[in-house]
């Protein structure tokens, strides 16, 4: 996408990482690896499999986020962490300790997510309501329908999903394989499609996109929906991962922002990469892990979060300006 | 659309040019635009006489001295808070760390305050030059503040949290004395008004003071609208920007002294909803996402309204879990009503 054009000139590889910006948030997370290997005592290998566990769910909340940040205009999706902790707890409300219909517990979800995704696009196209507050507003909503509907909550999670959410596959977590397959197809649509094509021009310029063409509100939508969708399916997931908690969701509000960005996303939309949403995931783990060992409690690991993605944002934020 | 119309500098109903330090002054008399204006300026104070009468009606107290001081002195914090987001909002930007920020500063107030004051109060300076400092990446990095602000909201959280992981610390005796205060009062007159409303109409005076009655605060206001007619005039964007975000980080702070006064301790996450609540009340105050109106009154008056909201929802016995919902819906009325009355102004 973003390859520097051919001129004949040989591209060099300052010019190549320029071009592909995720680079710089694998190299960041081989540094927390090694950091965190070297402090740990641990070899790299055993660091590796025992901290990333949570790094699919991170990737698919980071690349439904991804699909609407890529819109620009101010598109974002608040709602994210609120669709995620009810998935889970309405998933495992039908699975019920795998008493109750597996279809039904993924299918559920799912509607659910549609129905939020409506809801969102209705108020941001329909209304015109900036998606910030639109989507902030309806995540209120959903943390009150998760009040109402664990009050008396008794289900408890499908153990055959448990077991399926910490398979392994010749040592690879198959979680971990379903999400490389997730994103490899995001970033198929993103890239290789005409709807990814009307995607990223909608976020460059959205009056050049309609000029040419382009359902505007069509597109629109159907990111909104992606991003509920794989918020419900992470929801689901994790919810059989770790058991559901009315704070399930919640880290994926600002880490599913956090992780497009260091994957060297533009923030403003119009430039996305996947591979970077899986980069910045690693590094956002590993970091989170590295400060867990040198014994930084979770109060300053929100400090270092924060002002890592603002730090992120000083050093990236000079390429787009005019 | 709006701002493009109101702010164009050679619009005949802004006839000042923008070297004169005024930039809009309002539009002509008469004509529809006029009479939605009205419309949209009635509207906070309209909501709010009308969930006033909501909460009269179901519970007769509030018409005493002392119940209409217990229903509008829990709003005093909210007050600031919306006229800090109202400040932000008028540069166009908005602050989503608007309520962990006033968080953090009940933490510095309930932990040092008491012991080592000099300390609280550079805290409270250094916290305040941070804040300004989101202003220097919004203008020199050209970072959306949706993102800064966001970033940020979790440094002034987990600062908080690292200061008071869990609420409690103490208030000086004279700070909760004077937020717990039901009227102004001295040895030997009693002011009949409840001390909330002298509070709300000083912060009200005040922000109308710093972006109105100050000719420095068109300029402030214009960085909303017409950034390119602040820099023809002569004015930096950056430093307007910084002054409107020192002005906001006063409120901001002065909310978080107010909420430590009130509650008589320090709690770094009890504030979380605040954000939102403010950006509600600056909407229905009449501000406007795009940046170029400042409703001083309006965001008081809304940020009432929004607190009214909570004390109906309380006084019909609304169970505690559908409150956000309600809060949520609120929110999106508000900003569709929002729509549709400036759509009708236009």
Redesign the interface.
Known sequence: MTAPAATGRRTTPAAWVAAHPWVWSFGAAVVAWVAISVIAGQGLLGTLSGTLGLVPFLVLTGVGQLMVITLGN?H?DLSLPNVVTLAAYVSTGIMNGGTGSTLLGFAVPFAVGLVVAAVNVG?VLG????P???T??????L???V??YT?GFQASVDPGLVAFTRARVLGLSVLGLLCVLVAVAVGFVLFRTSYGRAVQAVGQNVRAARLAGIPVGRVVAACYAMSALLAALTGVLLGAFSTPNLDLGQPYL?NS??IV?LGGSL??GGRSTVTGVWGGALFFVLLLTLLDVLGV???????????L??LV??LV??D??E | MTRAVESRPDSPSTPAPPSSGRFRTGRGPGGPAEVGQLLGRGLPLFALVVLFVVCAVLQPGVLTLSGLALLLSPAVPLVLASVSQMVIITLGD?D?GNGALVGLVTAVVAVYLVDRPLLAVALLVGIGALYVGQAL?VQL????S???T?????????????LL?IPGGTVPAWLSGLMNLTTPETENYVLPVPMAVVFAAAIGLLAWFLLIRLPYGAVIRAVGSNPAAVRRGGWSVLRARMAGYAIAAGFAILAGIALAGQISAGDATTTANYT?LA?AAV?LGGGQ?SGGRAVPFGAVFGAFAISLVASMLSFLDVPS?????????V??LV??GR?LTDRGAT
């Open positions: 101010g974002i108020l209304l015109r309501v900036p910030i507050v639109a902030l507003a309806v995540g209120l909503v943390q009150s329908a009040l109402v009050t600002l922002i956090a960005v923030i403003s409690g979770v109060a300053l690991q929100n400090v270092v979060k924060g002002a993605i603002i944002l000083v934020g000079a787009r300006r | 908005i989503l990446l990095r050209g970072i959306p949706i993102i800064v966001l970033g940020a909201s979790f440094v002034w959280l987990g600062t908080g949290l690292a992981p939102l950006v909407i996402f879990s559908y409150q956000s919902a309600v809060q949520g819906l929110l999106v900003l569709a729509v």
